[in-house]
T-cell receptor, first 110, second 113 residues
Framework: GENVEQHPSTLSVQEGDSAVIKCTYS??????FPWYKQELGKGPQLIID?????GEKKDQRIAVTLNKTAKHFSLHITETQPEDSAVYFC?????????FGAGTTVTVRA | EAQVTQNPRYLITVTGKKLTVTCSQN?????MSWYRQDPGLGLRQIYY???????DKGDVPEGYKVSRKEKRNFPLILESPSPNQTSLYFC????????????FGPGTRLTVT
């Protein structure tokens, strides 16, 4: 089955700086790569996603890049704010199944 | 309001006592799925359903059952719960017949003693 690895497990950044989270996947058939944000006591919420026919996607301060050859994808958050503090999960799907990384706890220091 | 609801939100039970966690969505979504979340392991998919009467195993289906008799409901059944099923459970749904742009429920915290 699919194996998704996510790094780092924790990330502390100064407010206003950028944060980068990296993921790798094992199944070359995977074609959908979402990123979820989970706040304490809540369910995960989709923040951005990318399909395998696209190399990069941006939505305001958030961007995702995908390298299919190397089987890795990354989340970039620019100009971090205190409300960006949360746990972030990457995931990979091959149409029906969805496999998640272990998560990254992001703390934005004021 | 578009949402995924789960009940109960918290449950403490004993080994072997059958239980059902309900999941309902009001968005007419085709795809629904169950996940469990454990510290350090992220979320792992238990079962998913592409549409009514169509279900399939995820990565960790052992000890669980599901059914999809109606489009809006996707209950998770633990026929003989064991302590290793103590976890935080999430139901999710999406419009398309796959896990695209999923909406997650608020979670069910299950403790099996």
């Amino acid at each position: 089955g699919e194996n998704v690895e996510q790094h780092p497990s924790t990330l502390s950044v100064q407010e206003g700086d950028s944060a980068v989270i990296k993921c790798t996947y094992s199944d070359s058939a995977s074609n959908y790569f979402p990123w979820y944000k989970q706040e304490l006591g809540k369910g995960p919420q989709l923040i951005i996603d990318i399909r395998s026919n696209v190399g990069e996607k941006k939505d305001q301060r958030i961007a995702v890049t995908l390298n299919k050859t190397a089987k890795h994808f990354s989340l970039h958050i620019t100009e971090t704010q205190p409300e960006d503090s949360a746990v972030y999960f990457c995931a990979a799907s091959n149409d029906y199944k969805l496999s998640f990384g272990a998560g990254t706890t992001v703390t934005v220091r004021a | 309001e578009a949402q995924v609801t789960q009940n109960p939100r918290y449950l403490i039970t004993v080994t072997g006592k059958k239980l059902t966690v309900t999941c309902s969505q009001n968005m007419n979504h085709e795809y629904m799925s169950w996940y469990r979340q454990d510290p350090g392991l992220g979320l792992r998919q238990i079962y998913y359903s592409m549409n009514v009467e169509v279900t399939d195993k995820g990565d960790v289906p052992e000890g669980y059952k599901v059914s999809r008799k109606e489009k809006r409901n996707f209950p998770l059944i633990l026929e003989s719960p064991s302590p290793n099923q103590t976890s935080l459970y999430f139901c999710a749904s999406s419009f398309a017949g796959g896990p695209y742009e999923q909406y997650f429920g608020p979670g069910t915290r299950l403790t099996v003693t």
